[in-house]
């Protein structure tokens, strides 16, 4: 007659007892779904026609999880970066996943409900490693996370190979003016020599 005759939570083990139901027909479902977990929504029935009759029934939750993406682009040219690697870590700091961004520039992975993190532990050839943590929570059931990050091109100093055509002027004319002065100097000096 849908009126409510009992109420009660599983205990550690997943288990709940309801004790001297008398003969007749009942139904049950969930109410509230532990928590990270999706709320069972079908109503199940029952029937009790002997006595000391034991029902026994076996339920089962899915966890609520969310897909997990990461974009990784080229800050001056919003081009994909290919091999950055990424991991990701659990409430307790422990690594659960760990992979490289492949030619689109993505990892992608399931995650279930909880508190995570991550972070850039290796950045590609040429880039400034971004070593920062990010935090997030997985709380809705098929959600997409998406995270989209920047990379930047390391500096490299390029040596200066140029040649200022200005300054070789001016060394090869300081050059011959030596080399010519000295010269009027060794024609004077023999002059001298040979009076």
């Known amino acids: 007659n849908d009126e409510e005759i009992f109420s009660g939570y599983t205990d550690e083990n997943g288990f709940i007892r309801i004790d001297n139901l008398p003969y007749g027909k009942y139904k049950y479902f969930e109410s509230t779904a532990p928590d990270g977990y999706i709320l069972d929504s079908e109503t199940y029935t029952f029937e009790i026609r002997e006595n000391g009759e034991i029902i026994k029934d076996t339920l089962s939750n899915r966890k609520i999880t969310s897909e997990f993406e990461l974009y990784k682009t080229d800050l001056a040219n919003g ?116 009076r």
Not at 100 to 106: A, L, R, S, V
Not at 113 to 120: P, Q
Not at 137 to 161: C, M
């Open 79 to 194: 081009e994909p970066i290919n091999g950055a690697l990424f991991e990701i870590y659990d409430e307790d700091g422990n690594v659960i996943y760990s992979d490289y961004t492949d030619e689109t520039g993505k990892i992608n992975t399931e995650l279930t409900y909880g508190k995570y993190s991550w972070r850039e532990v290796e950045a590609p050839k040429g880039y400034i490693l971004n070593d920062e943590t990010h935090y997030f929570e997985v709380t809705e059931d098929g959600a997409i996370i998406r995270f989209d990050v920047t990379n930047e091109l390391e500096e490299v100093e390029v040596p200066n190979t140029r040649t200022d055509s200005g300054m070789i002027i001016i060394c090869g004319g300081l050059s011959l003016a030596i080399i010519g002065g000295g010269m009027v100097i060794y024609a004077i000096a023999k002059k001298k020599k040979k």
